[in-house]
């Protein structure tokens, strides 16, 4: 019983380059989140996606950032040109999308991301 | 904007001693969860609260929504060892798109034994 599936686990990219950072939510689960983490601070929200949709996106930077859930396969997020300031702990959440808020969020390891 | 305050931000604890930690918002709240994070780990569901006033257990964890569903509390009793790591409170808007969760900026816990 496979849970949140998140690769890679560690990213090092160059100022300038991509980073696609890849999420499997948990089998049955439609609704997907990503959240970044500083060192010690909090989750900071960044995307609602369900498939094929992007319900809510008011936590994504305006520019380089980007997100999908297609209807195969991971969600997909995706940073462009890439800068020192991006380097962070980014938590995919994957749940069920039970109505009314009342939904247990279950979270993958995480990706690394460093930019140097 | 809305905002979910937590406190304290650190707390240092004797090991076999109590503690709380308090979540505060500045709107009514839908539902709050709980979440703990252990060092170098990913956020790990606790709990969830609904009702107004409600309270619940975990074994020595205990965690209460005000009347007001503005706030919440989490109180361990008898600290140990495996409690050390950063809790984190999330919650629902009433207005909230769906179930986004607006994360506090948790309390991190170090124990000493």
């Known amino acids: 019983n496979a849970g949140v599936m998140q690769n890679p686990r560690h990213l090092v990219r160059r100022r300038g380059q991509e980073a696609r950072l890849r999420c499997s939510p948990m089998?049955?689960?439609?609704?997907v989140y990503w959240y970044r983490q500083l060192p010690e601070e909090g989750l900071k929200f960044m995307v609602y996606?369900?498939?094929?949709?992007?319900?809510?996106e008011s936590g994504m930077p305006k520019e380089r950032f980007s997100a999908e859930f297609p209807k195969e396969g991971p969600s997909i997020l995706r940073i462009q040109q890439v800068v020192r300031g991006d380097s962070a702990a980014y938590f995919c959440?994957?749940?069920?999308?039970?109505?009314?808020?009342?939904?247990?969020?279950?979270f993958g390891p995480g990706t690394r991301l460093t930019v140097l | 904007g809305q905002q979910v305050m937590q406190i304290p931000q650190y707390q240092h604890v004797q090991e076999g001693e109590d503690f709380t930690t308090y979540c505060n918002s500045s709107?009514?709240?839908?539902?709050i969860q709980w979440y703990k994070q252990r060092p170098g780990g990913h956020p790990v569901f606790l709990i969830q609260l609904v009702k107004s006033g409600e309270v619940k257990k975990q074994k020595r964890l205990t965690f209460q929504f005000g009347e007001a569903k503005k706030n919440s509390s989490l109180h361990i009793t008898a600290t140990q060892t495996t409690d050390v790591g950063t809790y984190f409170c999330?919650?629902?808007?009433?207005?909230?798109?769906?179930?986004?969760?607006?994360f506090g900026g948790g309390t991190r816990v170090l124990v000493k034994p």
């Open positions: 996606l369900q498939k094929e949709n992007i319900i809510d």
């Open positions: 709107t009514t709240l839908s539902n």
């Open positions: 999330a919650v629902t808007m009433l207005k909230a798109a769906g179930n986004k969760l607006t």
């Open positions: 089998k049955g689960h439609s609704h």
């Open positions: 959440a994957s749940s069920l999308g039970l109505a009314g808020g009342a939904d247990e969020q279950f």
